[in-house]
């Protein structure tokens, strides 16, 4: 594989899971408030996502991800206008899952699980992807090798700019 195609195929990633980035980071912006589980406890007597998954929060991602899903698609032809939502909602919901399974191994909201949280998200995006789009397997693992650092990266600078209490 050329230079110059590795290139397109970094380029293509990044604008598929664009509004999944935008939607997972929104709620750190824009968060806070009521909890989505009403502050309940599941059968094991954990909480059901914890106190920092919010209704503000996860419609703030659901709007700045369509948002950018939309711009997107009157840039790019190949995104249908609705790609937008449908990455958002994925990446809120596998954000979710990611919080949902921290509960249950035990961890506090904000206790760092590595991998699931820097995936979670951007598995439910380009899982959600497959209703407008079937991913080549070489854009897929692109794109997550691209979050990791991404997703390091933005996280120390959030934490730097104080807009999150940890660095991960």
């Known amino acids: 594989m050329s230079l110059e195609q ?15 980035y935008c939607a997972n980071a929104a709620p750190v912006i824009f968060g806070g408030g009521a909890p989505l589980d009403f502050g ?11 106190e920092h998954k919010t209704f503000r929060g996860f419609f703030a991602g659901l ?36 919080s949902f399974l921290k509960r249950r191994i035990g961890l506090s909201p904000g206790a760092p699980l590595p991998l699931v949280d820097q995936l979670d998200f951007v598995f439910g995006a380009l899982l959600f992807a497959y209703t407008f789009t ?26 730097a700019l104080g807009v999150k209490d940890k660095p991960w």
């Open 6 to 20: 590795i290139g397109m195929l970094v380029a293509e990633a990044l604008k598929l899971v664009l509004p999944a």
């Open 40 to 50: 309940k406890n599941f059968w094991d007597q954990r909480r059901i996502f914890g």
């Open 63 to 98: 709007v700045i991800g369509t948002l950018v899903g939309v711009a997107e698609s009157l840039v790019f032809e190949q995104y249908p206008v609705f790609s937008g939502v449908i990455l958002a909602l994925g990446a809120l919901f596998g954000d979710l899952a990611g």
């Open 134 to 159: 079937t991913p080549p397997w070489s854009l897929i693992a692109t794109a997550i090798l691209l979050t990791l650092p991404i997703h390091f990266l933005t996280n120390v600078i959030a934490y």
